[in-house]
Every structure is written in structure tokens, then in C-alpha cells.
């Protein structure tokens, strides 16, 4: 795209050969490059052979950069957006960036690439056809209210969750949609100690409960409730109970 000012790239979040060539290259011609840790990118562009200024662009400091970047932006400065790992705008800083360049006419890319809730929900064995991604659950506030409203949630649900968080989110999972719930737990994904551990939520928690210690980052997929709705009787009428598929005949017979 000619026109466009700012970059999102995607970069690896374990295995280093998951970078593409387009997304080197955008890195190789942009001015700046801005970064969640210096550190952690810099690392990066030294094994890509890449030497660009790094700007630090993270949660804590978004709203004061937001102003200056969109200067330098409209005056044709190019610049690529990175997290530490993994696709910017995904539970990571971004997208005030975005919305403020496209409200002032500035073009935008996203290249694609690593996103850690993929491959975890591939792994599963879950129904991926249709499926909700959640993100981190609120730490305290909101948080009950968030449970309660996905208990009848149909689709596979998609979490991202913290070491040090993860067995009180499981016991919390297995306490609101309910112990025999299937899920996985995956962490370390791409990296050489990457696990995938498939149960229950309840045989989940307990065997991460049971672990001297828990690193790396942690998705957790749950399978959607599968138990069929409850439905009230229509005053006057005798109550018809309906499969999941009815409405898909209904169309094929033409609505009768």
C-alpha cells in the first residue's frame, strides 16, 4: 500500500523460523520501530541482522506516545508496530494507534502471522468452525460477572491467562461452567518445553495445583456448552421441544 505510514507485524512468540520474509523486510525498510521491551526487540532485529531506531510502545505510556507518534506519522515518517511476541493489538498495546491513524487518513497494514490462540485451539480438539476469544479475564472487577455470562456460551472459548494465575482460573472455570467441562491448557507453544494438556477443568486444575512451579505463556481452551437450552411452554399452546437443526430443515422444506 503507497500510502501507508504504519506497520503491524507479527513476530514469533517462541520458535524464531515462525518470523515471514515480508515481515523482515517491512522491519528492514520502516524508520522506527516500536517496541512493548527495547530489550526483547532489540534481541530480535540482532538476529535478523536489522539495525532501526527502537521506540518504547507499551500499555503504560500509550496515551502520551499516541500524540507524538500521529506528528511524525503525518509527515510520512514510516513505522512498525511489535509486542514482545506474537500479533500487536491482541491483548497488547495497539490498537489506540490504529483507530487515531485511521481517523486522521493514515494508511494502515497488518501483516500476518503468530497469534499463540490458533495452534492452542487447534490442539484442543474443540469445534474450531465457530469459536470466542476472551483474552484475559478481568483480575478483580467484573471478573464473576464475566464467568457467569459465558456459562451458556456455545462456541469454544479462548483465554489467555498468566503462570501465576492459572489455577485459580481453572478452579473458577470449573466452579461457574462446571467441573467436567472439557479443556486444554497449552503453554511454552512453539518453544522446545511446549505442552498441551487436555481434561477436564476440574482434572486440569488439579494437576496444575499439583506442579512445584509454572512458567511460559498459558492458553486455556474450554468446549462450549453443549447442554440443550431450557424452554418455557407458550401459554395456551403444548410445548414443542426443537433440535438444534430444526431451523436448517425448516429452510430446506421450504418454511412450512
Known amino acids: 500500500m503507497p500510502n501507508t505510514v504504519l506497520y503491524l507485524v507479527p513476530t514469533p512468540i517462541g520458535n524464531l523460523e515462525d518470523i515471514t520474509l515480508r515481515a523482515i523486510r517491512v522491519l528492514g525498510e520502516v524508520g522506527t520501530v516500536l517496541c512493548e521491551d527495547t530489550r526483547t526487540s532489540g534481541r530480535l532485529m540482532q538476529h535478523l541482522g536489522l539495525k532501526k531506531p527502537l521506540l518504547s510502545y507499551h500499555l503504560h505510556n500509550e496515551h502520551q506516545q499516541v500524540p507524538r507518534l500521529l506528528a511524525r506519522l503525518e509527515q510520512g515518517e514510516t513505522m512498525a508496530l511489535v509486542s514482545d511476541a506474537g500479533t500487536p493489538g491482541i491483548s497488547d498495546p495497539g490498537f489506540l494507534l490504529v483507530r487515531e491513524c485511521l481517523a486522521r487518513g493514515l494508511g494502515?497494514?497488518?501483516?500476518?502471522?503468530?497469534?499463540?490462540?490458533?495452534?492452542?485451539?487447534?490442539?484442543?480438539?474443540f469445534g474450531a468452525e465457530r469459536f470466542t476469544f476472551e483474552g484475559f479475564l478481568p483480575v478483580k472487577k467484573g471478573r464473576q460477572t464475566r464467568l457467569q455470562q459465558l456459562a451458556s456460551e456455545t462456541r469454544t472459548?479462548?483465554?489467555?491467562?498468566?503462570?501465576?494465575?492459572?489455577?485459580?482460573?481453572?478452579?473458577?472455570?470449573?466452579?461457574?461452567?462446571?467441573?467436567e467441562r472439557p479443556a486444554s491448557v497449552s503453554r511454552e507453544l512453539t518453544k522446545l518445553f511446549e505442552?498441551?494438556?487436555?481434561?477436564?477443568?476440574?482434572?486440569?486444575?488439579?494437576?496444575?495445583?499439583?506442579r512445584p512451579s509454572i512458567k511460559g505463556e498459558i492458553v486455556v481452551v474450554v468446549e462450549g456448552n453443549t447442554a440443550p437450552l431450557a424452554r418455557e411452554p407458550r401459554p395456551g399452546r403444548e410445548d414443542r421441544t426443537r433440535r438444534p437443526d430444526d431451523d436448517a430443515d425448516d429452510d430446506l422444506d421450504g418454511g412450512d
Open 195 to 210: 505442552e498441551t494438556v487436555t481434561g477436564t477443568l476440574a482434572s486440569l486444575e488439579a494437576d496444575f495445583a499439583a
Open 108 to 125: 494502515v497494514e497488518c501483516l500476518p502471522g503468530p497469534t499463540a490462540f490458533v495452534p492452542a485451539l487447534l490442539k484442543s480438539g
Open 157 to 179: 472459548m479462548i483465554f489467555y491467562e498468566s503462570p501465576h494465575r492459572i489455577v485459580k482460573t481453572l478452579g473458577q472455570l470449573a466452579e461457574v461452567l462446571g467441573a
